[in-house]
């Protein structure tokens, strides 16, 4: 006997298939040579040719990070696909089942809220997804065996795709394991626990990776996490920044009451842990840099507000009147926050919605020409970089890009062989600066450099990969400038370097320290008090600037400076500023460019933040002579 499909399960599918048309991007965005679609071309450049993360490829971003960015590389077009449209799926799946415990009214409210996140912000829509599928995995009763396992799988994927995704889906599993070890099931522990190492294994390998690069890959993702916050931080406005406080604790307390209201469930402890500290990680993805990333608290928040019941035996809060003005308030404050950082509006949420829709589907009709709609778009673009007479005397030989505009190498089809931190404004710990001067110093080292000197947020450009920059002054040699590029060419035999300590002390914040004369590298140490080091932890401490007096000219000039950087090192002597002033150190031409003191300036409104003596180090860098270290 037939069983026809009941009419609710029916519009429940459709409403589905809708809802996987619009957050899944079939037509990519055309790859150009801008910061963000550099970076992205780099990962998925880098996953296709199975290069390792971790030793070949230092970044915040894993082997599947391309999965997240709408960017055209035909290379990885397909994978990218076949993998987003699966997550997608499951995002899906996952919301529909879960939200069945919830009211229609919120269950129709959290779906569409989810949906508008996925389309909106991968990145959020992806955290909320690991809470549920940790939910899913470990405190779900095992009434959807094949979502759990799907669970599983998914976490092992977040591994791959980004830190943040990494540091919140570990310690959420360890709070999971501490449930199944109080509750004494070992079965279920084991079984997860081998599941999920079995899902990873399987996932690293697909991805082209080597398992003896696991440790290795997940050491340099802590250590590029740690400098993060200090390296990228970007204050918001005062408004912004009051709206994301508001929902933070209109967030916070819902979970408390919550956990207050479900307190006698054993369960309900783990459960308001691992949210709080998804909370946790979700403000600090959202306001260690707060431009664009803002939104994210709410793209995650607002779904979060709406499906909290859900993971409770006890569906009503201690207050519902608290429930719902969370909801009110997190929606409201999502609402301003959104438009004031992307500028988007209802009408132009609508537009989107009906353009990515209408593309999809008339991609469908026609699926055999999607890559080639694809590789059309990445070709058009390439006509734009290229780079003829570079290419003619690099040929084959091994290139690298310093700079942020990576896309370049790849539009080009050279041979491009990139250092570890292939983004220079990320190298801001000693640990990342060694590992890319090492690379330069080393057999591996490319024989050609496309050379840009380029930071962001008005950094001292000098100080961003600043040895590995050392390394170029020393061991390459300018051939010709192209488009805005330098193109370097690796000297035959390289001379060895010697720091001979010629001043040190220390001064006050804002007191002027006068700088040799010569070829100097110069150490700042600046040193945060206790009160800085949470405030750190817990949000963003303000911009540290300098300010340094170049001679030849009447004007100061102030830069923003890290102090994990600075503590390390840099050339403050001369003070490269653009492309001319590192070709004329190459050259020996750089009297005027010579700096003759630097003032540490405190960050406004906060000194109490940071140490009031600031450490200083110069040393001249001599050239000693020898040959390449193999």
């Avoid at 992307?342 to 353009?355: K, N, P, S, Y």
């Avoid at 990515?356 to 390439?382: C, D, I, V």
Wanted: hydrophobic letters at 50%; glycine letters at 4%.
């Amino acid at each position: 006997m037939l069983v026809r499909p009941q009419p609710k399960h029916l519009a429940t599918f459709m409403l589905g298939v809708v809802a996987l048309l619009y957050v899944t991007d079939l037509g990519k965005n055309p790859l150009d040579v801008s910061l963000d679609n550099s970076w992205v071309a780099v990962i998925g450049w880098a996953a296709h040719n199975h290069l390792q993360f971790g030793r070949d490829i230092i970044f915040t971003y894993g082997p599947l990070g391309y999965v997240l960015y709408p960017v055209s590389l035909p290379l990885i077009y397909w994978p990218a696909l076949a993998l987003k449209t699966a997550i997608n799926i499951f995002l899906l799946f996952t919301v529909f089942v879960l939200s069945a415990r919830l009211h229609p009214v919120r269950r129709i409210l959290l779906i569409l809220t989810t949906v508008l996140a996925a389309f909106y912000s991968p990145l959020a829509a992806y955290m909320f997804l690991i809470v549920c599928a940790v939910f899913l995995v470990f405190w779900q009763k095992p009434s959807s065996r094949p979502l759990q396992i799907a669970g599983v799988a998914f976490l092992a994927l977040t591994f791959l795709f980004k830190g943040t995704h990494l540091l919140l889906m570990l310690p959420l599993m360890v709070v999971g394991c501490a449930y199944l070890l109080w509750r004494r099931d070992n079965r279920s522990l084991l079984l997860i626990v081998s599941s999920f190492l079995i899902a990873l294994v399987a996932a690293w390998i697909l991805a082209g990776q080597k398992l003896t690069n696991l440790p290795a890959y997940f050491g340099w993702m802590l250590e590029v996490a740690q400098a993060y916050s200090e390296a990228m931080s970007r204050p918001p406005t005062n408004s912004v920044l009051a709206a994301g406080l508001i929902g933070l604790a209109f967030l916070t307390a819902q979970i408390v009451i919550a956990f207050v209201c479900d307190r006698s469930q054993p369960r309900a402890w783990f459960v308001s842990v691992a949210h709080g500290m998804a909370l946790f990680v979700v403000w600090k993805m959202s306001y260690t840099r707060a431009d664009g990333h803002t939104p994210q608290l709410f793209y995650y928040g607002v779904p979060m507000a709406l499906a909290l019941p859900m993971f409770y035996d006890r569906r009503r809060t201690l207050s519902a009147a608290f429930d719902y003005s969370t909801i009110f308030v997190v929606i409201v404050c999502g609402l301003f926050v959104i438009h004031d950082r992307t500028h988007l509006t209802v009408t132009a949420a609508l537009r989107h919605a009906r353009t990515r829709l209408t593309s999809n589907l008339r991609a469908l009709t026609a699926p055999t020409q999607l890559r080639l709609k694809a590789q059309s778009a990445y070709e058009a673009e390439k006509n734009k970089f290229m780079l003829p007479q570079i290419r003619a005397i690099v040929g084959r030989s091994t290139v690298d890009v310093f700079g942020f505009q990576q896309a370049i190498a790849i539009l080009n089809d050279f041979n491009y062989t990139p250092r570890p931190v292939f983004q220079g404004y990320c190298v801001t710990s000693t640990p990342l600066m060694k590992v890319n001067s090492d690379f330069y110093r080393s057999a591996r080292s490319p024989q050609y450099v496309l050379f840009k000197l380029q930071t962001i947020e008005a950094r001292i450009p000098a100080m961003d990969d600043a040895e590995a920059l050392l390394v170029l002054v020393q061991n390459y040699e300018p051939v010709l400038v192209e488009n805005g590029y330098t193109l370097l060419r690796r000297k035959a035999t390289t001379p060895a370097t010697e720091f001979r300590p010629i001043a040190s002390g220390e001064a006050r914040l804002l007191d002027r320290i006068p700088v040799p004369n010569g070829t100097i590298w110069c150490r700042l140490k600046v040193r945060k008090t206790l009160f800085g080091r949470l405030v750190n932890f817990f949000y963003q401490l303000p911009e540290l600037q300098v300010i340094t007096d170049r001679s030849g000219t009447s004007a100061l000039r102030k830069n923003r400076i890290i102090s994990s950087a600075t503590e390390n090192g840099f050339l403050m002597n001369p003070l490269l500023l653009t492309e001319r002033d590192f070709v004329d150190l190459t050259k020996g031409n750089y009297d005027k460019a010579q700096i003759q003191s630097v003032r540490v300036l405190p960050p406004k409104r906060a000194k109490w933040l940071m140490r009031s003596r600031v450490q200083y180090e110069f040393s001249e860098i001599v050239l000693t002579g020898g040959n390449r270290d193999n």
